[in-house]
Structure formats: structure tokens, C-alpha cells
């Protein structure tokens, strides 16, 4: 039985900020939750280092939040030079009770050891710790705890995907790994891309999936800083 002594165990420093399309000064972000180590002094606005990777509101999604649809969530993961290996979930709300669109909530955790991998960082992505709802009103908290989370404890999910789909998600991965080539996927109808990276990454040696790094949206592809990008 794992304690938190355990060397598989993950220590996370994490922050959770929020962004809007429209506010009183113009379109912005604001930290709501930040936990106690976390490494740089930030005040109203997330560090710009990690800004810079975080994207808010692509122009694609516009229409998916005007006509109504669900919401989607992305999650992004790279290693940053300075902070280690970084994991950013953000969940698009659309518009809030004050009437402020392109709402978002962004999560971000630091894995400062360096033992996230591609694999473990999609099931961090997929389980509960994971703030993908938030009180926007709240006061803001600026003295939690980090999270600890043990890779390989969440259940397999083993989801019905298109083996095209697949085939073509693992030669992407493959043609990076090989040839260091970044590969943004395109597709013309929405794909379940979370489900599709874990399902390749599963398969590939633990030794290869750990070079990949990943976002499952990005509206403006070109910008894309990671191996592998879906838009």
C-alpha cells in the first residue's frame, strides 16, 4: 500500500487562474488559487512564461460557445527549462453570469522532480484533482497545499475509437519520435484527441512516450510549441 513517502508518489505545486474575453479593463486573467511553493510571485496575473504556452479563447471555438454546444477541455503538456514538467488543463465555461464571454479555467501544476511522463501527465489530466469547475466569485486562495498524485491508479479506460484515427494519431507520434518533426492534427469533424493520444501513448515503449509533449486544442496551430497538437 502507497503512503506518501512512496517514490512513485508526484508532488505538484499548482495554480488555478481564470480568463475572460471581455472585462472592465479589456481581456484579461486572474489567479484564484495558487498553492503556497509555488515558484514565482504572482499577483493578479499568471506568469508569463506559462501564459505564453496557455491558450484562452481560439477563434475557432467561438462559434461552438455561440450556438450553445458543450464546452470542451484541453490539456497541454511540455517541460519547461525552469519549472520542470508542466501540465495545463483549461475548461472553456463561455459565458459567465456577469455576462463576460469566453470564460475560461486554467489549472496548472508543476512537477518540479521531473517524474510525469506523456502517459502519466494525460491520467493527471483525466482525474479528480483536476479543478475543472470553480466559483468565480470566490475570494482567492494564495496559501494551499500542493497535490500529490500517484500515476497508475485511476481504472483503464478503453473508449471506441476509430482505428483510421489511430493509425493516423500513432504515425504523427512516430514521425516526431523519429524525425523531430512538430505534427498538428486536423480534422474536419470533432475527435475525442485526449482518448487518442493515451490510447498511441500506451502502446509506444515508456522510453520513447516520454519524448513526447502534447496539447489536445490549439485554435492557431502555427503558434503550436509542442510535439504534437491537435486543432
Avoid at 64 to 91: C, I, M, Q
Avoid at 96 to 110: E, P
Avoid at 138 to 147: E, K, N, Q
Avoid at 164 to 193: C, K, N, P, W
Wanted: charged share 20%; proline share 5%.
Amino acid at each position: 500500500m502507497s503512503n506518501e513517502t512512496d517514490s512513485d508518489t508526484v508532488f505538484l505545486d499548482q495554480l488555478v487562474y481564470t480568463w475572460a474575453e471581455r472585462t472592465l479593463t479589456g481581456t484579461g486573467n486572474g489567479v484564484v488559487l495558487r498553492s503556497s511553493r509555488w515558484p514565482t510571485g504572482i499577483s493578479a496575473a499568471t506568469d508569463a512564461a506559462l501564459a505564453d504556452f496557455v491558450e484562452y479563447v481560439p477563434a475557432k471555438l467561438q462559434h461552438r460557445l455561440s450556438g450553445g454546444l458543450t464546452p470542451p477541455l484541453g490539456a497541454d503538456f511540455w517541460k519547461h527549462p525552469e519549472y520542470g514538467n508542466v501540465v495545463a488543463v483549461h475548461r472553456y465555461l463561455g459565458v459567465d453570469s456577469a455576462g463576460r464571454g469566453g470564460r475560461s479555467i486554467i489549472h496548472v501544476l508543476l512537477d518540479r522532480q521531473g517524474k510525469l511522463d506523456s502517459l502519466s501527465a494525460m491520467e493527471l489530466c483525466r482525474s479528480p484533482l483536476i479543478a475543472t469547475k470553480w466559483d468565480l466569485n470566490a475570494d482567492r486562495i494564495h496559501d494551499m497545499d500542493g497535490v500529490r498524485f500517484v500515476p497508475g491508479q485511476q481504472p483503464e479506460q478503453s473508449p471506441q475509437l476509430d482505428a483510421q484515427l489511430l493509425l493516423m494519431t500513432m504515425s504523427g507520434l512516430l514521425e516526431y519520435i523519429l524525425r523531430g518533426r512538430q505534427i498538428v492534427f486536423t480534422h474536419e469533424q470533432e475527435v475525442d484527441a485526449m482518448s487518442l493520444l493515451e490510447s498511441c501513448l500506451s502502446i509506444l515503449p515508456r522510453s520513447l512516450a516520454e519524448k513526447i509533449t502534447f496539447s489536445t486544442y490549439r485554435g492557431i496551430p502555427q503558434r503550436s510549441k509542442f510535439a504534437v497538437s491537435f486543432a
